[in-house]
């Protein structure tokens, strides 16, 4: 399992997927993370720049967290195979817990507090 995790800083989660160009990509087996690389997209491959239709550096996730998306990108996931997850937590390392967990909401809008 392919877990992305926004992250435009490179320490925290992003709370605008459409325009983030950093994420954390996790690499997960048998439930535990085995493995995490930072991916940095030139600002024309940021969901929000790029077109559905095209290529992307993120086709093959299973999964996106952010602290905030719109019903757009969620349906270009779904497109992708992915499914979008909304948190609260600001720690990458601990979203991706949670999401394995399964404390996570799935869908759009924006993170109102509660896992």
């Known amino acids: 399992m392919k877990i992305a ?3 435009q800083n490179r320490r925290t989660v992003t ?14 087996e048998e439930g535990a993370v085995a493995g ?10 940021s969901f929000h720049e790029s077109r559905a239709r095209d290529p992307h550096p993120l086709d093959g996730i299973d999964a996106l967290i952010s602290q905030g998306m719109g019903e757009g990108l969620i349906r ?10 909304l ?3 600001s720690d990458p390392d601990g979203a991706v817990r949670l999401l394995l967990d399964g404390l996570l909401t ?3 809008g924006h993170a109102d507090g509660g896992h």
Do not use: K, N
């Not at 995490?36 to 491959?45: V, Y």
């Not at 270009?76 to 997850?85: F, K, Q, S, T, V």
């Open 5 to 7: 995790v926004t992250s």
């Open 15 to 28: 709370s605008h997927a459409g325009r983030c160009r950093r994420f954390w990509i996790y690499a997960v």
């Open 36 to 45: 995490r690389e930072l991916l940095d997209l030139p600002r024309e491959q």
């Open 76 to 85: 270009r996931l779904a497109g992708m195979g992915a499914r979008g997850y």
């Open 87 to 89: 948190t609260d937590e």
């Open 106 to 108: 799935e869908g759009a």
